[in-house]
């Protein structure tokens, strides 16, 4: 590697040794006799100080020719200074520049002056090198990493399925499009199906992280076209059995989000609280918790003004939502049998938004018909998918978390698109 340390890794146990940081120029200074260099990688911002009188010409021509965003990779010894950020500066003996750069920079990563989120978003690469994108992205991947990480532990085998189908995955008729060979095919709006199918294949409990697509003409704050889930799906079991599995994977990502990420919520300006538990309130329980309030006819969703205002009302961050009306809920999610106009569907609300939706499954197939055709679809066109169940089914149920939604509220985000590594959405096929 070109690099020896990351600046994050420079501590007192280096003082007065050799060490190599690799990085973009944040800013100079010139002070007189003196010049700084900030350095900045992705832990961080180093100081790199060029004595004029004590190094060579060469070397501070080129050190003073440097523009911001220029990559450098500089040689030198540790020193401690309580001035410079993190208690010590960097004394060059090397400077090379990697990368000059040849283009006006399209916005200031400093963050002094502030650009539009379609400015940043069409230089994304560069909008990353700012502290607040790249804090996010890192919360982000230790969110991903704790959903893997707690499954693993429950014994999950993560599974890889398809993203290009024959027909719609849920029943939708928002769908991608594409040219496969000779036939017409659709990108999957859900793995919905295909995990069943591995849990009904004997796999019994399966995760996966994927791409999903919804041709939906959305402009807003709260939707993207090209999203990430993070889903789950076991074998032998009801809608508490998926909720108490989900339950566990969520209080472990707020765990290790707190844990390992407390820098750049600093950064962001915010924090993340561990629970200990998830309350769990019925549909029913919702409707009059949002009395006199809101009027809601049973039986119809939640709007967003709604559930932003569900934690005030109800004293919790985060709980479940469970026996939704049957109605308004994926033709697959499994009725009560005493009361069938409601199903064993569930969703996780955090912070006043819905990030994960799950059910146990209906996996008797003239169950299935029925609710098809319940809501006008054909059960010709998910034959294959329904005979899946008519060799030795067995009751299960899942779950998915949206990634970009759970770092939305992890990181306090107003617009998804901030969530999201190069967002797709109704108008944005770029970068």
């Keep these: 590697m070109m690099r020896t340390h990351y600046k994050n890794q420079v501590t007192a146990e280096l003082d007065g040794k050799e060490v190599t940081l690799g990085g973009w120029v944040h800013e100079t200074r010139d002070l007189g006799g003196l010049l700084f260099v900030l350095l900045r990688d992705k832990t961080g911002v180093a100081q790199v100080l060029f004595k004029k009188k004590e190094v060579p010409a060469e070397l501070l021509a080129l050190a003073s020719s440097l523009v911001k965003e220029t990559a450098i990779l500089v040689q030198g010894k540790v020193k401690a200074s309580k001035q410079a950020p993190g208690g010590f500066e960097i004394i060059p003996t090397t400077l090379t520049v990697l990368g000059p750069v040849l283009k006006k920079v399209p916005l200031d990563v400093t963050g002094k002056v502030p650009a539009e989120i379609d400015t940043r978003l069409d230089a994304r690469f560069i909008d990353l090198r700012r502290a607040q994108p790249a804090a996010i992205f890192r919360i982000r991947s230790a969110a991903q990493t704790a959903f893997r990480e707690k499954l693993l532990a429950l014994e999950f085998q993560e599974i890889n399925p398809p993203t290009i189908v024959s027909a719609s995955t849920e029943g939708g008729s928002d769908l991608f499009h594409v040219q496969y060979f000779e036939k017409d095919a659709f990108l999957a709006q859900s793995p919905q199906l295909y995990k069943q199918l591995a849990v009904m294949g004997g796999l019994d409990k399966v995760f996966m992280t994927v791409p999903v697509f919804r041709a939906e003409k959305h402009n807003t704050i709260m939707h993207l076209n090209e999203v990430t889930q993070m889903d789950a799906e076991l074998g032998f079991a009801d809608d508490k059995d998926g909720m108490d599995v989900l339950e566990a994977v969520f209080l472990h990502i707020l765990q290790k989000v707190h844990d390992n990420c407390q820098d750049d919520l600093k950064t962001l300006e915010t924090t993340v609280t561990p629970l200990a538990k998830l309350k769990r309130f019925t549909y029913d329980q919702i409707l009059d918790a949002l009395k006199p309030k809101y009027e809601l006819e049973w039986g119809q969703d939640f709007s967003k003004e709604m559930e932003h205002a569900m934690p005030e009302l109800l004293g919790e961050e985060a709980f479940f939502i469970t026996d ?43 169950l299935l018909e029925k609710a098809l055709r319940a809501r006008a679809l054909d059960p010709e066109d998910f034959e294959r998918y329904i005979d899946a169940f008519r060799y030795g089914a067995v009751p299960h149920a899942g779950w998915s978390i949206g990634s970009e939604r759970l770092t939305m509220q992890l990181t306090n985000q107003k617009n998804i698109r901030e969530c999201a590594l190069f967002p797709r959405d109704r108008h944005r096929l770029l970068p």
């Design 324 to 366: 939704w009306p049957t109605a308004v809920r994926a033709f697959y999610s499994m009725p009560h049998e005493a009361e069938p106009k409601k199903c064993k569907a569930y969703d996780l609300m955090y912070r006043g938004l819905e990030i994960s939706s799950g059910a146990q499954r209906i996996h008797i197939p003239e």
